[in-house]
């Protein structure tokens, strides 16, 4: 059998039972934050549908998984924007072919990502297909948001809802299979936020996390401003990261124990560092880290916004 995913065991097993029971279901939506693992389960449950050596999974071995892990799997397909959008003439070809019977599997497998970008005209058209869908098909519909879709689209899909794993498991399983260490598995977990597919796509950039409390949180020299935003443009993905620790802070400032922080070895000196602080200040501050983020991912000058985060983060004497 192939290694193991990550996480989602319950859902897995869910999946399993009904491969099992022949009760699997003609159309799923799986619900879940950006790389949380939706994909990776989707495309482990396809094979292990169409799997020739099925045991608790797919054996990943098997001619049928090869073929899947090769993507020329003839009955398994996965459709995605074209562009900004899922179209209709992508939809009106999986309707073409989604009517003739599998070629070599169990069941026609078709994996659709980013449900959410479907324009409305073919979403309409996926309708048709999911009002009626052959019983040797399967449909597989991935969103990180549920509300996007059409309630007639959802009210004919089994949802199964992914939620990112805690950074404490998530930490351990990195700390088992890649053989990291105890600070840099929880470093890169509390950036991905539990999201097991941005976490190993961290640990495959190589990043490492410093677990000092941020400077910027530290200093007041505009100097040093500067100095820090360039260390971000190279990093920028450490803007997660110090957003959990004002997240620590803000939730000193509410009471909370001190084994209820992220960064629960710096619970001395954050408790500390809190007293410089407003609870104002530190839900503006992580208001503007979101903010230049989004900026980021729309292509501004990188080397300015990250210059103004910085300046407007310095601690006030």
């Known amino acids: 059998m192939q290694a193991p995913i990550i996480g989602h065991q319950q859902i897995l097993e869910q999946l399993y039972h009904a491969i099992a029971s022949n009760r699997v279901a003609g159309a799923y939506l799986f619900v879940g934050v950006a790389n949380v693992g939706k994909e990776t389960v989707a495309l482990h449950f396809a094979k292990s549908i169409n799997c020739l050596s099925p045991e608790e999974g797919a054996c990943g071995t098997c001619l049928s998984c090869r073929k899947a892990d090769d993507g020329n799997h003839p009955d398994l397909q996965i459709i995605r924007p074209s562009g900004a959008w899922i ?39 996926l309708l048709k297909t999911l009002e009626e869908p052959p019983a040797d098909s399967v449909l597989i519909l991935l969103t990180t948001n549920l509300d996007a879709l059409l309630p007639t689209i959802r009210s004919r899909c089994q949802i199964i809802p992914f939620h990112p794993l805690l950074v404490s498991d998530l930490a351990g399983h990195l700390m088992e299979r890649f053989n990291i260490n105890e600070t ?19 640990l495959q950039e190589g990043a490492e996390f410093d677990e000092e409390i941020p400077e910027i949180m530290m200093v007041g020299n505009r100097l040093d401003a500067f100095r820090i935003a360039e260390k971000w443009t190279a990093q920028p993905e450490a803007l997660d990261h110090l957003v959990t620790w004002y997240r620590d802070l803000i939730m000193l400032h509410q009471g909370a124990p001190a084994d209820l922080l992220t960064h629960v070895h710096h619970a001395e000196e954050l408790r500390q560092l809190a007293t410089h602080y407003s609870r104002l200040q530190l839900q503006s501050a992580i208001k503007t880290i979101f903010e230049t983020k989004a900026m980021l991912q729309r292509n501004v000058n990188a080397t300015l916004a990250l210059e103004v985060l910085a300046l407007k983060l310095l601690r006030k004497p």
Do not use: F, W
């Open 87 to 125: 179209k209709i003439d992508q939809i009106r070809e999986l309707q073409h072919r989604i009517i003739y019977r599998p070629l070599e599997g169990v069941r026609k497998v078709y994996i659709l990502t980013e449900a959410e970008r479907m324009n409305l005209e073919a979403a309409n058209c």
């Open 184 to 202: 840099q598995a929880s470093s890169i977990s509390t950036v991905a936020g539990g999201a097991v597919g941005k976490a190993l796509g961290l």
